[in-house]
């Protein structure tokens, strides 16, 4: 059964779905009048809450929409994904996801947008935003079986097993350190009993109660890892200049890569900046569509900061501290095992103690949001009153994470997240037109306000 999920993984991710992530994204790049160079600062000032309007239709502000997306993206993708991704592809794969974050960027002002312009009502008339109701609303009712497979592909993909398995691996390998397979196997049982026990606290208040947590940890968070990062940084600051050059010419060149093909450098790029920023995939438009917000255009320039806070800020941090280090080159590490070398080689003793604390706030926090999007597309499939037994559900795959295998656990991900991209950007992609005159009209009005 693992190799069947391992292949049907590493096939979906072939290049049909890169032209439609990186294609799309590019579209929608030029298509917007390059809307992420443009409107970065206009966005940054969105997020002073000056326009928030409690009165607006959803359940949280955009400022707690943002953080709670990027709660779910700035998680173990950032940390254990960057040390997958310079493993498979070599540091030239980090240059292609900053390529992939900024289409991503504009792939998430679309989606984002739309699933404000598009929302539609639960099984309880309670209003509802994501790509399932936009192609819905949208696209008609003759669409709606793309909604049904993003929803299925979502209650899959959207659980936290790979973030269980990953902060299990980093616990052990910081605190416990099991001499036998079976310490290991005990161990990895109670942390995954611990964390389903953290996670239900959270999850099972809601999305008011997560997004109150998540806007709480997210800045927290990202100052740890910066300040963490910051210290190694410092320490071979000389060699930074070679560093950037050697990513950049990996990118074309392919030599570090597993491979040695430049082919194989850009799917690994893509493929882990999709995994961690979820640009594309659909994610972000069902916590971005319950934002009190009647301005689609607004919401979008909000949540296009995410795909930039999440790849290129954070995931360059951890590749840094990869890279400088030195620590990429042994391949005797993997996943989250690998950047914990990092950070015991740039900050002895406690370097792994600090790792440790990012680890677990970084995958806290996506758990709780992974929750909610999954929850959303349960609520779809079976009804308002049936959602709630998702939780359940969610709860208990937490442990299951914690002693999988961690192949067959990215590649179920990666393949459900493929799964759910295709709806998703090809009712971006056709109602595309839709939000860029909806955001000529926005920009009129603003500039005749001021």
């Not at 590493?10 to 992530?21: A, E």
């Not at 579209?27 to 160079?37: E, L, N, T």
């Not at 900024?102 to 309670?126: E, H, P, Q, W």
């Not at 026990?197 to 806007?215: N, P």
Request: hydrophobic share 50%; glycine share 10%.
């Amino acid at each position: 059964m693992g190799n069947i999920i391992v292949e049907f993984s590493n096939w979906i991710w072939g290049t049909p779905i890169l032209i439609l992530l990186l294609g799309g994204g590019t579209y929608f790049f030029i298509h917007s009048g390059f809307v992420p160079f443009r409107k970065m600062g206009y966005a940054i000032g969105l997020l002073k809450g000056k326009y928030d309007n409690e009165l607006a239709p959803g359940q949280i502000t955009s400022r707690q929409a943002l953080s709670a997306a990027i709660a779910s993206t700035v998680g173990l993708g950032n940390i254990s994904g960057v040390a997958i991704a310079l493993n498979m592809g070599g540091p030239g794969a980090i240059f292609w996801m900053w390529i992939a974050a900024f289409v991503g960027m504009a792939t998430k002002f679309y989606t984002c947008s739309l699933a404000i312009m598009y929302r539609g009502k639960d099984s309880l008339g309670n209003i509802q935003g994501g790509p399932m109701y936009v192609i819905e609303e949208g696209m008609g009712k003759k669409w709606r079986f793309l909604s049904y497979i993003f929803s299925i592909a979502g209650v899959i993909g959207l659980l936290a097993i790979f973030q269980a398995n990953q902060l299990t691996a980093v616990t052990q390998a910081v605190l416990l350190e099991p001499d036998t397979m079976e310490e290991t196997v005990r161990n990895r049982w109670i942390i995954g009993i611990i964390m389903m026990l953290l996670t239900a606290m959270v999850i099972l208040g809601g999305l008011k109660r997560i997004a109150a947590v998540a806007s709480k940890m997210v800045p927290f968070m990202v100052a740890v890892y910066f300040a963490t990062v910051l210290i190694i940084v410092v320490q071979y600051f000389g060699d930074i200049p070679s560093i950037f050059k050697l990513i950049f010419v990996d990118a074309f060149t392919g030599e570090a890569a597993m491979g040695g093909a430049v082919g194989s450098v850009i799917i690994v790029g893509a493929r882990r900046a999709a995994f961690s920023n979820e640009a594309g995939i659909g994610t972000a438009p069902m916590v971005h569509g319950q934002s009190q917000n009647d301005e689609p255009i607004r919401e979008g320039l909000i949540a296009m900061l995410g795909p930039f806070i999440d790849t290129v800020v954070v995931c360059t941090l951890t590749a840094l501290a990869i890279l400088l280090t030195g620590v990429w080159q042994s391949t005797e590490n993997d996943g989250v095992k690998l950047t914990l070398a990092a950070f015991e080689i740039g900050i002895p003793v406690i370097g792994k103690y600090l790792l440790m604390l990012s680890v677990l706030v970084f995958a806290l926090s996506t758990m709780f949001t992974y929750s909610y999007y999954g929850h959303k597309c349960m609520n779809y499939l079976f009804g308002a009153d049936k959602a709630d037994y998702y939780n359940y559900f969610y709860l208990i795959t937490i442990v299951v994470g914690a002693v999988a295998s961690l192949e067959v656990v990215v590649s179920l991900v990666d393949g459900m997240y493929a799964v759910m991209a295709f709806p998703n950007m090809i009712a971006a992609i056709y109602l595309a037109p839709k939000v860029k005159t909806a955001m000529k009209d926005y920009f009129q009005r603003m500039n005749a306000k001021s």
